[in-house]
């Protein structure tokens, strides 16, 4: 009970005064305008993609909706239970990711889901908050920077739900993962030594990776990535015309709903991994400026609440969850610009999508809970 004690409006916290909704709900207003106006933009882009498919439109307003609720529900929770909790929510998405190779559901020649009657979601999905959450609890237990055996202790935290999302399989989002955790570690204070050794490791694996561990149809997606006019109207067709779109977009657009290569169906995935270059389209080069300012004002509000987080845990977390948020829009928006391989990774808060939208909100639910902390101990 404790853990919702500051949300109880007759709490000894609100007998110095009246408190704002957003106050009572622990919600950072810089935070939700932004996040409120990237979903807002994404159901617009989300009914051109769809060919005004309102069905479509209804069913991501409900993953928001969902989101949403999931952020609230975060928020209210006090640092302190996220970092008790850390190990048990890692120990959930660990162990649903082994249930998947038996039980889970396959389409598109992955098996990624798990079907609950009343819901399909992919575990991956949930290990995007589990990971950041279970190495700032790591690191928050040592010293920092961190010494060999705690170094080594959390490099397998990270590696085994990775192998086991990559086994799938599910490149793009085993590497995301792997990046939320060793965002934990370089901000935990990592030994230039060990940067320095560990990518003179990475290079020299990048051999046997590409003959033993790479599927074909990957190393395909990065030979087109260097020439995708070699197989235009096969692996290289969606980079292609991914180009296409944001080209003709010009600088004003074509205007909504008028994008022709959505509509007559050569841009793939229009509604999930490739949504930015439908907006492109539309809305332009000035539309992509006023999403990718949308996007920042998230990310420097979520450094900000980073910088001024009142413990070690929290600083961790809260630098963690923003950077990996960049990382995301980063790596959707360079793989549909043809600067960085095709990996499966939708853009954040506006492709279509449930799972990936409710584990986004609880992270800036998370980040809120945070926020909190650090006003309540500096009023």
């Known amino acids: 009970m404790a853990d919702y004690e500051r949300a109880l409006p007759n709490s000894h916290r609100d007998l110095g005064g009246s408190k704002t909704l957003s106050e009572w709900l622990h919600l950072d207003l810089m935070l939700l305008a932004p996040l409120l106006a990237l979903m807002l933009g994404g159901l617009l882009v989300l009914y051109s993609a769809s060919d005004a498919d309102w069905q479509t439109v209804v069913g991501q307003g409900r993953n928001q909706l969902i989101g949403l609720a999931a952020m609230v529900l975060a928020a209210q929770f006090r640092v302190d239970t996220y970092r008790r909790w850390a190990p ?3 120990g959930v998405g660990f162990f649903l990711l082994l249930a998947v190779p038996w039980v889970g559901v396959g389409a598109k020649g992955a098996q990624r889901w798990l079907n609950l ?3 399909q979601f992919q575990p991956s999905e949930l290990m995007k908050l589990a990971m950041p959450l279970m190495m700032a609890w790591w690191f928050s237990r040592y010293t920092i920077p961190p010494r060999l055996w705690p170094l080594l202790g959390s490099l397998m935290v990270i590696l085994l739900p990775v192998v086991l999302i990559g086994i799938q399989p599910d490149l793009g989002t085993s590497l995301l993962v792997a990046v939320s955790g060793l965002i934990v570690l370089f901000l935990a204070g990592l030994s230039g030594w060990y940067i320095v050794a560990a990518s003179l490791l990475g290079v020299a ?12 149809y990957q190393r395909q997606r990065i030979i ?3 020439d995708p006019e070699a197989d235009k109207l096969g692996a290289g067709w969606n980079i ?4 296409t779109a944001i080209g003709s977009g010009g600088w004003g657009g074509k205007g909504w709903l008028s994008g022709t290569q959505s509509h007559l169906d050569f841009l793939p995935e229009s509604q999930t991994d490739f949504i930015i270059a439908v907006l492109a389209e539309e809305f332009g080069l000035q539309g992509v400026l006023l999403l990718l300012g949308l996007y920042l004002l998230v990310i420097m509000r979520g450094f900000w609440i980073g910088l001024h987080a009142q413990s070690g845990f929290a600083r961790l977390l809260a630098s963690a969850i923003t950077f990996t948020f960049f990382v995301y829009v980063f790596v959707n928006m360079g793989m549909v610009a043809g600067i960085l391989p095709v990996v499966g990774v939708p853009l954040p808060l506006v492709s279509f999508g449930g799972t990936s939208m409710v584990t986004l909100m609880l992270a800036f639910g998370v980040l809120m809970a945070i926020s909190t902390e650090q006003r309540s101990l500096s009023a």
């Open 224 to 226: 087109t990535l260097l």
């Open 88 to 90: 048990l929510l890692y």
């Open 117 to 119: 009657g009343v819901v």
């Open 205 to 216: 694996s990048v051999w046997p990776a590409w003959h033993f561990v790479l599927k074909d």
């Open 240 to 243: 292609i015309q991914s180009k």
